[in-house]
């Protein structure tokens, strides 16, 4: 069955960095756009990043523009998430979601699979 797990969160101070990986099973991630998106404490799930099947395309929410990278490694069965800069407003649940097809929005309801998120804290 599809699978994502992610991996990587955990607790930074502001300013320093952080990778996610999203591994993935159950699929062939070739073929299907890749998002991640994060919850925080008391607010609605924001679309963050997505990359299409391909690579070619990707899209970052404002907030996250010149800070945070998404890429994919197709052949790992992998998607990163490369977050530079960290700032105390990033700190959330992180989530990692497959579309169902090779383009990419960034909205939740686009995405009928998730990963079970993993925590990313910005304190110092």
């Known amino acids: 069955q599809v699978q994502l797990v992610e991996s990587g969160g955990g607790l930074v101070q502001p300013g320093g960095s952080l990778r996610l990986s999203c591994a993935t099973s159950?699929?062939?991630?070739?073929?299907?756009?890749i998002a991640w998106f994060r919850q925080a404490p008391g607010k609605e799930r924001e679309g963050v990043a997505c990359?299409?099947?391909?690579?070619?395309?990707?899209y970052y929410a404002d907030s996250v523009k010149g800070r945070f990278t998404i890429s994919r490694d197709n052949a790992k069965n992998t998607v990163y998430l490369q977050m530079n800069s960290l700032k105390p407003e990033d700190t959330a649940v992180y989530y990692c979601a497959m579309r169902g097809v090779g383009l990419c929005f960034l909205a939740a309801g686009q995405y009928p699979y998730w990963g079970q998120g993993t925590q990313v804290t910005v304190s110092s």
């Open positions: 990359i299409s099947s391909s690579g070619g395309s990707t």
């Open positions: 159950g699929f062939t991630l070739g073929y299907y756009g």
